[in-house]
């Protein structure tokens, strides 16, 4: 299937790139500092919704990602108490 692959590899981008200021999320208080930037943004007309919702996604799906690590964090010094 060589068409195939080759067809993919030339398919147009459906999406572009989005450029506005974003705090670094590295825990989940951040996580709220940044979506508030985020709508912000958005109420400003410099994100469109969509793109703003698309965003938010992630941040959503990073926050969580940063929440366990934090539980890992706190079970692994809880177990090392022990």
């Known amino acids: 299937m060589p068409g195939l692959a080759s067809a993919s590899s030339t398919s147009a981008r459906r999406d572009s790139p989005i450029t506005f200021a974003l705090p670094e999320v590295r825990s989940a208080s951040d996580a709220v ?6 709508l ?3 109420a400003a007309g410099e994100v469109t919704p969509d793109e703003g ?30």
């Open 53 to 82: 919702g698309r965003v938010m996604a992630l941040l959503t799906a990073h926050k969580a990602l940063v929440e366990t690590g934090d539980l890992e964090a706190r079970i692994a010094a809880l177990e090392a108490k022990k």
């Open 33 to 38: 500092e940044a979506s508030a930037s985020l």
């Open 40 to 42: 912000a943004a958005v």
